[in-house]
């Protein structure tokens, strides 16, 4: 009898569960964010007085050069994962909550690796969830910020010249400076006499030890090209680090480079930094039907690296 009327009131107990679930109203509000891209959203109005620096107009726009595919979404600090823009986001959640945006990057030119940009703050936004309907988020109206700490050793935007030159004894091409649509950018011409190029750029000192170190390049090219690190060990001798092959294109497109773990599996001295660390970009001509080099160009703009102290 005992068992009985514990199997009972277990039937019981199982119905009421079952009736509050059906009853439970799982209708989603709708988070919806409507651009293809995030473009050149991060703020640098004021970027000389809050970083202390003296950029002028060109160095700014290339701190600005930015190219967000992907967001990471927040709702009341409930991290709801990464999205491709544009984006339609169910959320079980109402009334107004607090929305926090971090774009994603393809790291080291690959969506499968959709890291959070690291360098700049999340944007933040109070909005009102209704279950059932759409909330649109005006893209147009994103903005983001650089955290105080971030230093950019290299900031390439090719208006008075460039860091980049030939390796010793090289015969190949090298950075050219051209007008695109009114902007200053580096040329690569390859062509019958110029078949290949292989610059680097002057030394730099770099945080090793996991410090996240990052380069980005604006770019468009007939031909795909390579990206390197040339790096000193504790014994001087250099070493070629190859990092990442980039495609063609005939559009302009920006890559984010991760130098981190090239830069820390090499020599880094005792106050944690690498020295005469060289970026290092070869590349190669095409050949039309006749197997003969063709003119092939390499537009180049905005490189930077960038660090957080």
Not at 283 to 301: E, H, K, L, S, V
Request: a negative charge; glycine letters at 6%.
């Amino acid at each position: 009898m005992k068992k009985i009327y514990t199997f009972l009131s277990f039937l019981i107990c199982l119905m009421i569960l079952f009736t509050a679930c059906n009853n439970t109203d799982l209708t989603p509000a709708y988070l919806e964010i409507t651009e293809e891209q995030l473009v050149d959203l991060i703020d640098v109005t004021h970027y000389n007085q809050t970083h202390e620096a003296n950029y002028d107009v060109h160095e700014l726009a290339a701190i600005r050069s930015s190219l967000f595919r992907n967001v990471w979404v927040t709702v009341n600090n409930d991290n709801r994962g990464i999205y491709k823009l544009p984006c339609k986001i169910p959320i079980l959640k109402e009334d107004s909550c607090t929305v926090s945006i971090m774009p994603g990057i393809w790291l080291n030119g690959s969506s499968s690796s959709v890291p959070a940009y690291p360098y700049i703050s999340s944007y933040k936004k109070n909005v009102f969830l209704m279950k059932g309907e759409t909330t649109v988020f005006d893209a147009s109206k994103i903005s983001f910020s650089y955290v105080n700490n971030v230093t950019f050793p290299v900031l390439e935007t090719f208006e008075a010249g460039t860091i980049f030159g030939k390796l010793e004894s090289d015969t190949g091409a090298t950075f050219q400076i051209t007008t695109v649509d009114g902007d200053k950018v580096g040329l690569i011409a390859l062509d019958y006499e110029n078949t290949f190029f292989d610059v680097v750029s002057s030394g730099l000192r770099l945080p090793g030890y996991g410090q996240y170190v990052f380069l980005e390049i604006d770019y468009k090219c007939d031909a795909d090209f390579s990206v390197g690190l040339l790096l000193k060990n504790a014994n001087g001798y250099q070493s070629h680090d190859a990092l990442v092959n980039v495609a063609a294109t005939d559009t302009w497109k920006k890559i984010y480079i991760n130098l981190t773990q090239s830069i820390s599996r090499n020599y880094v001295g005792s106050d944690g930094y690498a020295t005469d660390v060289q970026i290092y970009l070869s590349g190669f001509t095409n050949y039309d039907d006749n197997g003969n080099p063709a003119p092939t160009n390499f537009y180049m703009d905005n490189i930077k690296v960038l660090y957080v102290e």
